[in-house]
């Protein structure tokens, strides 16, 4: 599924999502053509990109929405992480796979900052030298649903990274909490409005702004950016 952009216009105090900018107001019946909308639609961000053009992320491939709502931490979304080619180091049963396809739709948490020079040129190395560590060799260790799977990979590899930084190590707790839960919600509810649009047309709900005095109020999407 490659869903159709989202966007958002306002009109009697509603926030009204659609796909296209209607004839007329799905509310109040009043017709758009030839008018001026009190406020231009804007485009909703989609919280998906090309994993394959994200280098030096941490990714989640899942796209199906059930998986996204249901995230814990714990469930079988599949995770990886990017060197600077934008090839996508992930563990599975038979070891670490990477894979240059495959990971078009992802969550993406980048891990590194633009000016972080040395970091970046030597990430690649980084990434190639721990996954040929015998924890993710299967004739070693078995991968283990619970305690050693993809995310375990993933962030102990982030951890190792945090080191070379002199920097702490996250739980994974932490970790999931602070970067990749709040991600996961945008995505889950940008689905939910595609499904919504896709069933209905529009979906309609009070504007948040209506009542704040300080014009338009930050929303979530751009909140987490
Ligand atoms: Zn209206």
Redesign the pocket.
């Known amino acids: 599924m490659d869903p159709k952009s989202v966007i958002r216009l306002s ?2 105090d ?1 926030d009204i999502y659609c796909f296209f900018v209607p004839d007329q ?1 799905p ?4 017709s758009f053509s030839g008018k001026r909308l009190e406020e231009a639609p804007v485009s909703v961000p989609s919280p998906f990109s090309n994993g394959h053009k994200e280098p030096c992320a941490f990714l989640v491939a899942s796209t199906e929405d059930s998986v996204l709502r249901d995230f814990d931490g714990s469930s079988d979304l599949h995770t990886g992480i990017t060197n600077t080619s934008g090839i996508v180091y992930n563990y599975t049963r038979s070891g670490v796979q990477r894979e240059a396809q495959g990971w078009e739709r992802c969550v993406c948490v980048p891990l590194v900052q633009p000016d972080m020079f040395s970091l970046m040129s030597q990430w690649d190395q980084y990434l190639e030298k721990f996954s040929c560590a015998h924890s993710w060799d299967p004739s070693c260790h078995s991968f283990n649903e619970e305690s050693h799977n993809c995310y375990s990979y993933s962030l102990t590899f982030i951890n190792c990274v945090l080191a070379t930084q002199s920097k702490p190590a996250l739980s994974k707790d932490e970790f999931t909490r602070s970067f990749v839960l709040p991600r996961i919600k945008r995505a889950s509810k940008y689905l939910m409005l595609c499904r919504e649009i896709s069933q209905n047309h529009f979906y309609i709900v009070d504007s948040p702004r209506r009542n704040s005095g300080e014009g338009p109020s930050e929303d979530e999407d751009s909140k987490n950016k």
């Open positions: 009109h009697c509603k107001c509310e109040c019946g009043v």
